[in-house]
């Protein structure tokens, strides 16, 4: 069973800055991507930003220049730095990792940028 576990979501106020991190464990084997996505109340969930398993990377337009994914392959973890926070960042994060025509799917962590 592959499992995800993300962590690192909080409060911030805007202009700040959260590290998120997500976990895989389980039956992982060639995987091409894995990414982050959000959701706020009232909308649909969104990617956010995505890497390949070699590091090349894509951004929402959104957060391109404010958000970084990173991984560690030997770890089975990704990252999403999140620099500069806007109030409009306030979502619940989720890791994804398409695996074998599988989406899979972290619990999500509540990320708020407030005053």
Do not use: H
């Not at 990414?35 to 995505?50: D, F, I, T």
């Amino acid at each position: 069973q592959v499992q995800l576990v993300e962590s690192g979501g909080g409060l911030v106020q805007p202009g700040g800055s959260l590290r998120l991190s997500c976990a895989a464990s389980g039956r992982i084997f060639n995987v091409n991507a894995m990414g982050w996505y959000r959701q706020a109340p009232g909308n649909q969930r969104e990617l956010v930003a995505r890497i390949s398993s070699g590091g090349i990377t894509n951004y929402a337009d959104p957060v391109k220049g404010r958000f970084t994914i990173s991984r560690d392959n030997g770890k089975n973890t990704v990252y999403l730095q999140m620099n500069s926070l806007k109030p409009e960042d306030t979502a619940v994060y989720y890791c994804n990792l398409p695996l074998r025509g599988i989406d899979y799917w972290g619990q999500g962590t509540q990320v708020t940028v407030s005053s």
